[in-house]
């Protein structure tokens, strides 16, 4: 699969964005997805992730502590698209943001860290203004 993000830019403190991930390829619904973010001088991070829904069961969700209740994850199968709606930006929150997918059977949980996932998008930068 491949990952293209998009939605980046410069925003103010206290204002929204929401990030776009596209992916192109079969079965979308089969991955896995997530959101990690690279501040300038530092590692890269997890921010965010959504798991494979199965039967009757809704995909679950993980947010980084930094992020809980502002952030959220959500996805469109039929659009092969994920999505990352970001409130209440702090100036803490500017980074480099991708995307990331991995194939995992029905049901797997969503994933925080980044060995979980084989496929990258190429970045979003997100630059919030104090």
């Known amino acids: 699969v491949q990952l293209q993000a998009s939605g980046g830019g410069l925003v103010q403190a206290g204002g929204s964005v929401t990030l776009s991930c596209a992916a192109s390829g079969p079965s979308f ?3 896995i997805m997530g959101w990690f973010r690279q501040a300038p001088g530092k590692e890269r ?11 009757r069961i809704a995909a679950t969700t993980d947010y980084a502590d930094s992020v809980k209740g502002r952030f ?6 039929a659009k092969n698209a994920v999505y ?4 209440s ?4 929150d500017t980074a480099v943001y991708y995307c ?3 194939y995992r059977p029905l049901g797997w ?3 925080n860290y980044e060995r ?7 970045g979003t930068l997100v630059t919030v203004s104090s």
Not at 45 to 55: K, L, N, P, Q
Not at 72 to 77: A, F, G, K, L, Q
Not at 84 to 87: A, E
Request: net charge negative.
């Open 84 to 87: 990352l709606q970001m409130n």
């Open 116 to 122: 979980g996932y084989d496929y990258w998008g190429q």
């Open 100 to 102: 990331a997918a991995d």
């Open 45 to 55: 991070e997890f921010v965010v992730a959504i798991g494979r829904s199965g039967i």
């Open 89 to 92: 930006l702090k100036f803490e």
């Open 29 to 31: 619904s089969s991955y």
């Open 72 to 77: 959220t994850i959500s996805r469109d199968n």
């Open 109 to 111: 949980s969503a994933t």
